[in-house]
């Protein structure tokens, strides 16, 4: 290597002023007005939900009482076996929610992909659908079909079809419109149909995205049958809502163990499958 290299690398030559720093560039107004926007909706938002950590300071008293009667939590026989049945409850409900609301989901998120919908009017319809039944809360869905059916888990599981549908459809069809699309052109120019696009360079393309989201939705969808549950959908989450109306705090820690233990369970068979699946 020369001397010459060798100087430039080192740094500036002797005799020669070392370059000018970068100057900042100032800040935009657009940039600052940005800044202001955030600013000015946090504080609204901290009025509003009158959050107050003064006010959680001097609630220690109450969250002692309250730890105090609900520890140790009570791990009576039949404390245990009713949970453990409520658990297991719960978990069909998040299955059922799930497996059934594939055909749904799929046919929607065919007809939400521009990949396999070249037709405008269908695509629009198909994303509003999907949007609605998205936008609708889980609970609310429950809400609506425990007036319908009863208290019980078969309104949760009708809950569930219904918002998974709309969530696991658009993800689903999100994932149908970022394949490769020379394989769906290529069918398209030998004269296939759409089915037959969207059966043989469509969906095989996609098989496993949709089997790891329909794993991940699985996985969420347990969760919320706890949620489901405390509104009168049956499982462990109506033995929750009951012992806390009931003030029986360390049944409801029992609870909420086994639910610990129900959701650690499927969140790592979701993982173990969808590692076998990307393997």
Do not use: C
Request: charged residues 15%; without cysteine; aromatic residues 6%.
């Amino acid at each position: 290597m020369s001397r010459a290299a060798t100087s430039a690398g080192a740094g500036p030559l002797p005799g020669r002023a070392a370059p000018a720093p970068p100057r900042r560039r100032p800040v935009s107004a657009a940039t600052a007005a940005v800044a202001v926007v955030v600013v000015a909706a946090h504080v609204l938002a901290w009025r509003g939900t009158e959050f107050s950590p003064v006010a959680l300071l001097q609630g220690w008293r109450g969250m002692a009482d309250f730890l105090e009667q609900a520890l140790p939590p009570d791990l009576s026989a039949g404390v245990l076996l009713t949970g453990s049945r409520a658990a297991l409850v719960t978990l069909a409900i998040g299955l059922l929610g799930t497996t059934l609301s594939v055909p749904s989901a799929l046919v929607l998120a065919l007809l939400a992909a521009r990949t396999t919908t070249p037709n405008r009017w269908a695509y629009q319809a198909a994303r509003s659908v999907l949007s609605f039944l998205r936008a609708v809360p889980d609970v609310v869905f429950a809400l609506v079909f425990v007036t319908a059916v009863g208290l019980g888990p078969f309104a949760g599981v009708l809950a569930l079809i219904f918002h998974n549908t709309g969530v696991m459809g658009k993800l689903w069809a999100e994932a149908m419109e970022e394949i490769d699309l020379g394989p769906r052109d290529a069918l398209r120019v030998s004269g296939a149909s759409g089915t037959q696009v969207a059966a043989h360079a469509v969906l095989p393309s996609v098989v496993p995205q949709f089997v790891g989201l329909l794993l991940y939705r699985f996985d969420v969808n347990v969760r919320s049958s706890l949620v489901l549950g405390l509104v009168g959908a049956g499982g462990i989450g109506f033995l929750v809502n009951q012992s806390i109306k009931l003030f029986r705090f360390g049944e409801m820690v029992t609870h909420l163990m086994l639910v610990m233990v129900l959701v650690v369970a499927v969140d790592q068979l979701s993982a173990h499958v969808r590692r076998r699946i990307g393997a």
